[in-house]
């Protein structure tokens, strides 16, 4: 059974930093994009940051420059470094790992595994 499991969020300042990790179990995603996705309240969920099997990486704009996306295949783990962070950050954040090897897409249907979520609120 897979499973990915994602660390803490929790509370910061704007301007702060958090750093987000996700486990994945079950199966190896190293030939698999994995990524990060948020949801807020009322909307849908989006995608902030994936990167491929072979190290690309994206970013949505609102976070390029800001947040950065790196993985541990050998720990089959993905991170999610935020920082600089803002207000309108605040969401619920999800990790996703690609069902399908050697794809890239920043389409959450893409995205076959998830994490359960983690809430992370950024106070002004």
């Known amino acids: 059974q897979v499973q990915l499991v994602e660390s803490d969020g929790g509370l910061v300042q704007a301007g702060g930093s958090l750093r987000l990790s996700c486990a994945a179990s079950?199966?190896?995603?190293?030939?698999?994009?994995m990524g990060w996705f948020q949801q807020a309240p009322g909307k849908e969920r989006e995608f902030v940051a994936v990167?491929?099997?072979?190290?690309?990486?994206y970013y949505s704009d609102s976070v390029k420059g800001r947040f950065t996306i790196s993985r541990d295949n050998a720990k089959n783990t993905v991170y999610l470094e935020m920082n600089s962070l803002k207000p309108e950050d605040t969401a619920v954040y999800y990790c996703a790992a690609d069902r399908d090897d050697y794809r890239t897409s920043i389409r959450s249907t893409d995205y076959g595994y998830w994490g359960q979520g983690t809430q992370v609120t950024v106070s002004s």
């Open positions: 079950g199966r190896s995603f190293r030939r698999s994009t």
């Open positions: 990167m491929s099997w072979s190290a690309d990486k």
